[in-house]
């Protein structure tokens, strides 16, 4: 998801940058940034989401944070561009809260007993969202 944010990201900033191309964005609507300014910054700011998505991949407790980061700023930047164009920043502000929420609900954290040990961070996450302890009553 936070590769498709970054595609999206970038294609934004390349539309920008070339109005004459079937540009849609009043560039003069953009808030705080001349246009081109706008242009470069979501331009650095997709590659890096790109990069970070791809990181995460390694599933690295310092990507998934740096993945949260940038999309906490890439949504609050995101603000400044629904003056030139409302329904593409609401749905990247909308894409950027989803990743958010993808990458904090299952915050791996390890287990006592897993501690030392080589474990595939994905595979304990899927046996812990199938497998839950169920509650016995106990022998009288």
Do not use: K, N
């Not at 590659?47 to 998505?53: A, E, F, R």
């Not at 949504?75 to 164009?85: C, E, K, N, T």
């Not at 809260?97 to 791996?108: D, P």
């Amino acid at each position: 998801m936070l590769v498709l944010t970054g595609l999206f990201s970038f294609f934004e900033a390349v539309a920008t940058l070339f109005p004459s191309r079937g540009g849609y964005a009043d560039r003069a609507a953009i808030i705080a940034f001349d246009a081109t300014t706008w242009s470069l910054l979501m331009l650095v700011a997709g590659v890096v989401m790109g990069l970070i998505g791809v990181g995460l991949l390694s599933a690295h407790p310092v990507v998934r944070a740096a993945g949260v980061a940038v999309a906490c700023l890439h949504a609050v930047s995101q603000f400044a561009g629904i003056p030139a164009y409302p329904m593409y920043s609401l749905l990247t502000i909308s894409l950027d809260v989803v990743v958010i929420f993808a990458l904090t609900v299952h915050w791996f954290e390890p287990d006592d007993d897993a501690v030392g040990d080589t474990v595939d961070v994905t595979a304990l996450a899927a046996v812990r969202s199938v497998a839950r302890p169920v509650a016995t009553a106990p022998d009288r």
